[in-house]
């Protein structure tokens, strides 16, 4: 049993030291030596901003659809969805 406790003081050790470790993987990743894979694109100049959440969107030019324009389109939308359903029957229920 002694074995036992030996290795998993051993994994704890391993584990341990790896978790500070993988926190310094951007800063390795710039390293000479190591660097980044011959692949991998370049690394832009400028820092990422933050999205800029608070500005309101431009204000429309146009107008809204129109009621009979909307009333319309509804209809045809639920005549598409009625064909459909001629097609593809409805699941059956869960039983």
């Given at each position: 049993m002694?074995?036992?406790s030996g290795?998993?003081?051993?994994?704890?050790?391993?584990?341990?030291?790896?978790?500070?470790?993988?926190?310094?993987?951007?800063?390795?990743?710039?390293?000479?030596m190591?660097?980044?894979p011959?692949?991998?694109?370049?690394?832009?100049?400028?820092?990422?901003?933050?999205?800029?959440v608070?500005?309101?969107?431009?204000?429309?030019?146009g107008?809204?659809?129109?009621?009979?324009?909307?009333?319309?389109?509804?209809?045809?939308?639920?005549?598409?969805?009625?064909?459909?359903?001629?097609?593809?029957?409805?699941?059956?229920?869960?039983?």
């Amino acid at each position: 049993m002694g074995g036992r406790s030996g290795r998993a003081a051993t994994a704890a050790a391993l584990l341990g030291l790896g978790l500070p470790l993988g926190g310094c993987a951007s800063t390795i990743a710039d390293m000479p030596m190591v660097g980044t894979p011959a692949g991998a694109p370049a690394r832009p100049a400028e820092v990422g901003t933050y999205l800029p959440v608070h500005d309101l969107p431009t204000t429309r030019e146009g107008t809204a659809m129109a009621p009979a324009d909307q009333a319309k389109m509804q209809a045809e939308l639920t005549a598409a969805r009625d064909r459909q359903a001629v097609v593809l029957p409805a699941k059956p229920a869960a039983k």
